[in-house]
């Protein structure tokens, strides 16, 4: 039996978890490669759309230059123990993350 | 007179006159909640002890004579809004213990109105879902029809103004999130013009769509609060300085609409909830309005537009959800979240971006035309809310692609920005049912004057739902 | 026989600038962040919480105009801000905000001493927060610090124009003189708030892109921007001499060990998934906002003191410290005004501001003018007083009175001279000469 290709491979779905950060099981990866697949073969249609000199529209506020004066907001700010408190891991005053590998990485 | 049954309007009215008070008013609704809630999962959180010291702290204040125009008027808040020291979910597993540090300027507008915060309500989790199924805490049931959908994301709101647990519940809408659960659950369900409302301290779905909306049983009450929470918000930048109207004092307005029928917005819709919007369709006609047809000629690819675009911000909004600064990794993300995150993320991709994103950018600006063109012919836009009514938990769940389609009616109005309104009408086999209406911006006045023309005539407000305790 | 061609490197320099704003780019947190207590200046926006939303700032817009102008860049009529998305823990949101395709300004130049240098683009984004590594008890962690998250920066971008670590060295000097003067940052390397990056290749032929190209980070100083390059430049001659062609990676420069080092970093080019910033509206310019932002620039320095100088008719010899210092330069515009409305000698007053002659800090120009006028008016004008010194000057240079009795009239000055330097300059001289022209008929 002739296997279907699917237009989102299994590839492409770890391809895209990775850049997402997503950790995929080896069984979810077969899963979402069909139902990913479901969806784009929907959504392709929107290339027979002739868009040919049509401006993107990536949002409908209708208007520009919304800006704030340089002024220090101290109402909004956050204590160091409310910046924290949320945090499931802390370190005299600092947020603790797994170690990044390399010194180099302190750089800039 | 049943407490829990008055309407912001009659709270309000009753409260002033001290025939009742706002501790007598929590105190009954907390009491139903309690007895009710249980078997309808509308609420994630609760609040108990804090609601009756600060009902007894509102009914203080109107001694005094302070008059806020919320005051001690119990509402409930979806689980999207941030509460400053009131555990915010999103109804996720990733935020399950998150308690947030601020208020959304959306809280903040209702408590230094008066208003109580009752709890927060359920919700498919990031606003993902027209159904109310993808949470993990209880699917909630339609007060109307046990085992049935609430519709959602605002599922949890929904249910409980329709379950009389509260006479408000904010939602969001971002493809009909908002608009939805009002046709499910016989409420009224604004979706305000994008940038109405602040979205400052509401989980970010899809930021050029999210619209942050409420429920209500009827009109009057949808207007009063819409005038209370609208407005420009200096940390919200793609909010409007456009001035706010007190859009409860025009509803008896004379006013005749030219109502727009679009032809795309009717195929395939189950015969039910077509005669039943048609019906509604005649009482406006007798009311005065005057039906126009009118054609949407990109309706067919508003929902794979919505799909590419919406999916490629909420990529982008879940990003910041790495577990460093509160809740939990990105392990803790379910499938639904999980899917939508991967079909954006590949949107936006090198290689796929112009293909997807791009193109559906460029397709979202001859939708806004459409529109644009309809809005010169007519005054309004009316169709159905959902093309069939609800359905069984589960029955739509196997495949998501179906499960996503039942958007189709809505998603339009949110990339582009115009408001919209879902208005209780006939129900169909015993199941509740909306009649969708759709404004140019900022004109949410006409939404109200009309839907107030069908609420007047149907009254479907006073059909209560039956409650298992 | 194969005549090998000359290989020229050609380097990219990318900065960035920290802009010395009261505010951070999007919320209203301080900007300065320099020796606080970690996490103390955050809010909802800069810490990534869950519904928080951008508000862009004005004047970080309008510096970075500025600085475009300075660079003789193109200021976009529309421009906006793009998310760039990729994970790492000192960024918040998992997307910084910065520019993709409509910067702010672009195709500008620098004049160096070797020729122009095209600037490619100047745009404005979001800092990032900060990590530490450290070993807490014996175990490797990495700490976050988000006081810095959200800092407007500034990227100026060049064109792979340059073609020696001088070079390097003077257009990132040049870079830092310009942004100083216009007050829109201290560029302070050890402070961080101006960071360099260098893209290096060699090839044979300057007009086509090199096939690869190497960028080196983590260059703490000018003098180790152009160590590193010449570094860089030498070992990728000896890969290309065997034939082989440089790794296209990320140096960071070691400077323990005085040479650059392979970073083991991120693997394959990012896929940052740019899209246009949904929660800010995008930016529009008129021509004639641009032209007010122009105006608000302050004229460079070189060209300022330069003026002074002709204007005034002091001594060319200034020009170099004049420009060189703002304050100074500053004190001698209001000075030498000043000497011109009270007729005192202006080259005088320049002299003694360039030579330090003045405390700038503590005298005001005016104050310094009309302590000049004090002096010379302590003029010696009894005439009793002056003949006796012109006498002693006629004493003491028998020679010139010589030559003046003998017809060399014009000898009489050095006369003159002297008695002023016996008064200690006080005498009048127009006085002096009277009496000298009678005492030597």
């Known amino acids: 039996m002739k296997k279907k290709k699917r237009s989102i491979s299994p590839k ?97 | 007179m049943q407490l829990h049954e008055l309407t912001i309007r009659e709270s309000l009215t009753l409260l002033g006159q001290k025939k009742i008070s706002s501790v007598e008013l929590t105190e009954a609704l907390l009491n139903r909640i309690r007895t009710y809630d249980k078997n309808l999962h509308s609420f994630i959180t609760i609040r108990d002890e804090e609601v009756r010291k600060e009902a007894a702290s509102a009914d203080n204040q109107r001694k005094k004579k302070v008059s806020k125009p919320m005051l001690g008027i119990p509402v409930a808040l979806k689980d999207n809004f941030l509460t400053k020291g009131i555990r915010t979910t999103s109804a996720s597993p990733v935020l399950d213990d998150y308690v947030p540090q601020y208020d ?38 339609n007060p109307y029809a046990r085992g049935y959908v609430t519709g959602g994301s605002s599922s949890g709101s929904g249910a409980a103004v329709a379950a009389r647990f509260c006479a408000v519940g904010s939602g969001s809408d971002t493809g009909g999130s908002n608009r939805q659960p009002g046709s499910y659950c016989n409420v009224v369900g604004l979706k305000p013009t994008y940038g109405r409302v602040s979205r400052y301290g509401v989980i970010a779905m899809a930021s050029s769509t999210d619209s942050i909306a409420h429920l209500t049983r009827t009109i009057w009450d949808s207007a009063y609060v819409l005038s209370i929470v609208a407005g420009h918000d200096p940390l919200d930048a793609t909010t409007s300085t456009q001035k706010v109207n007190s859009y409860h004092e025009t509803l008896m307005n004379n006013y005749q609409a030219k ?86 993320t590949h949107s936006l991709s090198t290689g796929y971006a112009d293909k997807y994103y791009k193109q559906a950018a460029k397709a979202r600006t001859l939708l806004i035309r459409d529109y644009q063109k309809a809005f010169m012919k007519v005054d309004l836009i009316a169709c159905p809310v959902y093309p069939f009514p609800p359905f069984k938990h589960q029955d739509r769940d196997l495949d998501p692609l179906q499960m996503y389609l039942s958007d189709v009616l809505t998603v339009t109005a949110n990339l582009t920005g115009n408001p919209g309104i879902s208005v209780p009408i006939e129900f169909v086999n015993d199941l509740p049912n909306g009649l969708q209406l759709i404004a140019p911006h900022f004109e949410e006045s006409r939404l109200f004057r009309v839907g107030f023309d069908v609420e007047e005539e149907l009254q479907m407000y006073k059909k209560k739902p039956r409650l298992i305790a | 026989m194969k005549k090998s061609k000359k ?153 792979p124009d340059i073609h020696s670590a001088a070079q390097a060295k003077e257009i990132a000097q040049k870079l830092r003189d310009i942004l100083r003067h216009i007050g829109v940052s201290d560029c302070d390397m050890e402070k961080g708030s101006m960071r360099l990056e260098a ?48 790794k296209q990676e990320t140096r960071g420069w070691d400077e323990k060990q005085g040479k650059t080092r392979s970073q083991r970093y991120k693997e394959s080019a990012a896929d940052y998934r740019y899209f246009p910033e949904p929660d800010i509206p995008p930016m529009i310019f008129s021509k004639q906002e641009v032209e007010k932002i122009r105006k608000r620039i302050p004229e460079m320095p070189d060209i300022v003191a330069g003026k002074l100088i002709s204007e005034y008719g002091i001594k060319k010899q200034y020009l170099q410290v004049l420009m060189g210092e703002a304050d100074l330069l500053e004190y001698a515009k209001d000075s030498l005004a000043e000497a011109r409305n009270r007729n005192l000698d202006p080259d005088l007053v320049a002299g003694m501001i360039v030579n330090r002659k003045v405390d700038i800090k503590s005298t005001s120009p005016k104050e310094l003018i009309s302590s000049l006028i004090e002096k010379s008016k302590a003029v010696i004008g009894d005439e009793t007083e002056l003949l ?33 330097k016996f008064s200690g300059g006080k005498a009048d001289a127009g006085k002096v000469r009277r009496l000298l022209e009678k005492a030597l008929r």
């Open chain 1, 12 to 108: 492409d779905v770890r391809h895209v978890a990775k850049l997402a950060l997503l950790k995929l099981k080896e069984g979810e990866v077969k899963k979402f490669s069909k139902q990913l697949s479901d969806v784009f073969e929907y959504v392709n249609q929107i290339g027979e759309i002739r868009t040919s000199n049509v401006p993107e529209t990536t949002q409908v506020t209708n208007s520009t230059n919304r800006f704030r004066e340089d002024k220090i907001d101290k109402g909004h700010m956050l204590l160091q123990e409310e910046a924290l408190k949320e945090s499931k891991q802390t370190y005299n005053g600092y947020f603790v993350v797994k170690a990044i590998f390399g010194e180099d990485d302190a750089a800039s």
């Open chain 2, 104 to 141: 959304s300027t959306y809280a903040k507008k209702l408590k230094d109105a008066g208003a109580i915060i009752i709890g927060k309500t359920n919700l498919d989790a990031w606003g993902h879902g027209s159904s109310g199924e993808h949470t993990v805490h209880g699917v909630p049931h």
């Open chain 2, 259 to 344: 109502i727009g029928i679009p032809k795309q917005y009717f195929e395939g819709l189950n015969q039910g909830v077509e005669k039943s919007v048609r019906k509604a369709l005649e009482i406006l006609e007798k009311k005065g309005h005057s039906l126009i047809e009118i054609s949407l000629p990109n309706a067919k690819y508003a929902y794979p537009v919505y799909c590419i675009t919406v999916s490629s911000e909420i990529s982008s909004n879940l990003a910041r959800y790495d577990g460093i600064r509160y809740g939990f990794d990105r392990s803790k993300f379910q499938d639904e979240a999980r899917r939508r995150i991967m079909i954006g």
């Open chain 3, 7 to 159: 290989l020229i490197p050609t380097i990219g320099l990318e900065t960035h600038v920290e802009l010395s704003t009261k505010s951070k780019m999007f919320c209203g947190c301080p900007a300065d962040h320099f020796g606080v207590k970690p996490n103390s200046q955050t809010c909802p926006v800069c810490l990534g919480l869950p519904g928080a939303l951008p508000v862009p700032q004005k004047k970080a817009v309008v510096w970075t105009i500025m600085i475009g102008l300075s660079l003789n860049c193109k200021i976009a009529r529309r421009s906006k801000f793009d998310r760039k998305h990729y994970f790492y823990p000192d960024l918040p949101k998992g997307y910084q905000i910065s520019q993709y395709d409509e910067p702010l300004c672009s195709g500008g130049y620098m004049l160096t001493s070797q020729g122009r240098i095209r600037i490619t683009r100047v745009h404005l984004e979001e800092d990032t927060g900060k990590l530490l590594h450290q070993k807490v008890n014996g175990r490797r962690m990495t700490l976050v610090d988000f006081n810095r998250s959200g800092v407007p920066l500034v990227e100026v971008v060049t064109e």
């Open chain 3, 199 to 246: 893209n290096v290749s060699l090839t044979s032929d300057p007009h086509k892109l090199a096939k690869y190209k190497v960028e080196i980070k983590n260059i703490n100083s000018f003098r180790f921007l152009e160590r590193a390059i010449e570094d860089e430049i030498a070992r990728q001659e000896n890969v290309l001499k065997k034939g082989q062609i440089p």
């Open chain 3, 388 to 420: 006796a010194l012109a006498k002693r000057a006629m004493q003491e240079l028998p020679k010139v009175v010589a030559d003046y009795k003998a017809g060399k009239t014009a000898s009489i000055a050095v006369l003159i001279g002297k008695v002023m």
